[in-house]
């Protein structure tokens, strides 16, 4: 007699797969301000990065040995921190002005989508993926992330607290980055904050870092994928953002959304916010089965993915605005 295994095929986990471009090219994400600012504001943003993105677009097919490389673009407009004017209003500004300078936006996506979308809790999903990188000799004495809702690239500086009787002060000591190269960039960064009622609001940081992962194909829940495209056939755009849905298809030619890498053109000043993108996507579990269709595929078409999920985000930044 031979011993036997049978499982309900039902009962087996599967990984829905996603098409996948070379590229995912972000034309954009601003926020209220930009857009009450007007159409000129919208003009001088997409006439600064209409140089850039075509340099992004040249690199992506020099990747791909000269042949013609798959370049979706994107756009994300912030309904997640401050709702503003309406979809029917902005979207068409937003358009027209990328049109003016030469561009299209095959994808729009609300920023609200990353922290829900339909009724997946995206942003509680991700977090809950959260590996913090434990610093050497350290020897868990703080609290971890999903307790405070902070997440270092490092060590923080020892808390001073008064001395006891026969016990010394502790000394002030400078906090210290995990792969620092000689000298640190210690970097804190605040993932949510909760209010009194217990409303939890995701930072910025934590919501793009949540964009980078849709955008890289890598988002599932139950194994189906998140933040799916949804084809736009009305003749317009809605009065409200919550019937805009999370990610919508523009250009019905266009490339997959998710891609292998991602570039995003945008001002310097979402350096910073960026910055703490890396860290937290350098801690995060991302779902294996994702991961290893990324390299199934990619091995098939001989198109090289870096093995960091950080290290195939790439930015180009540009003053002023």
């Given at each position: 007699m031979t011993d036997a295994v049978f499982r309900e095929t039902a009962a087996e986990p599967r990984n829905r797969s996603v098409p996948l471009?070379?590229?995912?090219?972000?034309?954009?994400h601003l926020y209220m301000e930009d857009f009450e600012a007007g159409p000129q504001r919208l003009r001088s943003h997409f006439a600064e990065v209409r140089p850039w993105a075509e340099a992004a677009r040249a690199a992506a097919t020099a990747r791909a040995g000269g042949k013609r490389a798959r370049i979706s673009?994107?756009?994300?407009?912030?309904?997640?921190f401050t709702r503003f004017s309406t979809p029917a209003e902005v979207v068409p500004m937003l358009l027209a002005e990328a049109e003016r300078?030469?561009?299209?936006?095959?994808?729009?996506?609300?920023e609200s989508g990353c922290a829900v979308t339909g009724k997946v809790p995206v942003a509680e999903a991700v977090a809950g993926r959260i590996v913090?990188?434990?610093p050497p000799g350290s020897y868990g004495l703080r609290p971890s992330a999903a307790q405070t809702g902070w997440l270092a690239n490092g060590e923080r500086s020892p808390v001073a607290r008064a001395p006891q009787a026969m016990k010394p002060a502790v000394?002030?000591?400078?906090?210290?980055?995990?792969?620092?190269?000689?000298?640190?960039?210690?970097?804190?960064?605040?993932?949510?904050?909760?209010?009194?009622?217990?409303?939890r609001t995701w930072s910025c940081p934590f919501l793009a870092a949540v964009w980078q992962l849709a955008r890289l194909g890598l988002l599932r829940n139950e194994g189906e994928a998140v933040l799916v495209p949804q084809p736009h056939t009305a003749a317009g755009?809605?009065?409200?953002?919550?019937?805009?849905?999370?990610?919508?298809?523009?250009?019905?030619?266009?490339?997959?959304?998710?891609?292998?890498?991602?570039?995003?053109?945008?001002?310097?000043?979402?350096?910073?916010?960026?910055?703490?993108v890396r860290v937290i996507l350098d801690q995060i579990e991302v779902d294996p089965?994702?991961?290893?269709?990324?390299?199934?595929?990619?091995?098939?078409?001989?198109?090289?993915?870096?093995?960091?999920?950080a290290d195939r985000v790439s930015y180009v930044y540009y003053a002023g605005l």
């Open positions: 471009a070379h590229l995912s090219l972000e034309l954009g673009t994107c756009f994300l407009i912030d309904d997640y300078a030469g561009l299209s936006v095959d994808y729009l996506a609300r913090e990188s434990p000394e002030w000591q400078p906090p210290k980055e995990t792969a620092a190269r000689r000298h640190s960039v210690f970097l804190d960064v605040e993932l949510w904050s909760d209010d009194a009622d217990g409303h755009f809605p009065d409200d953002w919550d019937e805009l849905p999370s990610l919508l298809r523009l250009n019905d030619r266009a490339d997959p959304f998710a891609a292998y890498r991602t570039c995003s053109v945008l001002p310097t000043r979402f350096l910073p916010v960026e910055h703490a089965g994702a991961l290893e269709q990324v390299a199934e595929r990619s091995g098939r078409e001989r198109t090289s993915v870096p093995d960091s999920v």
